[in-house]
């Protein structure tokens, strides 16, 4: 299956709301709150220096959505990207796309002499770990840890 990757702005919100709260409800960890990720999409789709959002598209049909967030890394030798979010319809799963998405990215990567690409999976996720490992990620011995700030 052959797919398009359309840079979202915010005529896209409605759209990538639902997506977002269908990866929330599959992820299962993450309460979905419509408020909140409404206004934590409006700055990144205003704010090309933070980071993109793409539509995931079949023939110009949004199948699912991935969101690239970029940092900067002594570690890695400058700049590098997070992708913060990615989900596909599970109708659509397991035909390659994942595969055509990271590839995708990678090319973004790139294309912003970004030096690493990391990601966040669930440790009971082992579907998705597989994917990842598939796809050229590897597992650190570390653990990414997070403190909320107001």
């Given at each position: 299956?052959?797919?398009?990757?359309?840079?979202?702005?915010?005529?896209?919100?409605?759209?990538?709301?639902?997506?977002?709260?269908?990866?929330?409800?599959?992820?299962?960890?993450?309460?979905?709150?419509?408020?909140?990720?409404?206004?934590?999409?409006?700055?990144?789709?205003s704010d090309e220096s933070i980071g993109r959002i793409w539509l995931i598209q079949n023939q110009n049909y949004?199948?699912?959505?991935?969101?690239?967030?970029?940092?900067?890394?002594?570690?890695?030798?400058?700049?590098?990207?997070?992708?913060?979010?990615?989900?596909?319809?599970?109708?659509?799963?397991?035909?390659?796309?994942?595969?055509?998405?990271?590839?995708?990215?990678?090319?973004?990567?790139?294309?912003?002499?970004?030096?690493?690409?990391?990601?966040?999976?669930?440790?009971?996720?082992?579907?998705?770990?597989?994917?990842?490992?598939?796809?050229?990620?590897?597992?650190?011995?570390?653990?990414?840890?997070?403190?909320?700030?107001?």
């Amino acid at each position: 299956m052959q797919i398009n990757f359309k840079l979202a702005d915010n005529n896209d919100l409605d759209t990538l709301l639902q997506f977002i709260q269908k990866l929330y409800e599959v992820d299962g960890s993450i309460a979905f709150n419509a408020v909140v990720a409404r206004q934590a999409l409006i700055p990144l789709l205003s704010d090309e220096s933070i980071g993109r959002i793409w539509l995931i598209q079949n023939q110009n049909y949004s199948i699912g959505y991935v969101i690239l967030t970029f940092s900067y890394s002594l570690e890695y030798g400058g700049k590098d990207a997070f992708i913060d979010e990615f989900y596909i319809d599970t109708v659509y799963q397991r035909q390659g796309i994942g595969k055509q998405t990271i590839k995708f990215l990678e090319e973004v990567c790139i294309s912003f002499n970004v030096q690493a690409l990391h990601l966040e999976v669930e440790k009971e996720n082992t579907s998705a770990q597989s994917f990842y490992h598939q796809v050229g990620f590897v597992d650190h011995d570390r653990y990414l840890m997070t403190k909320h700030i107001n």
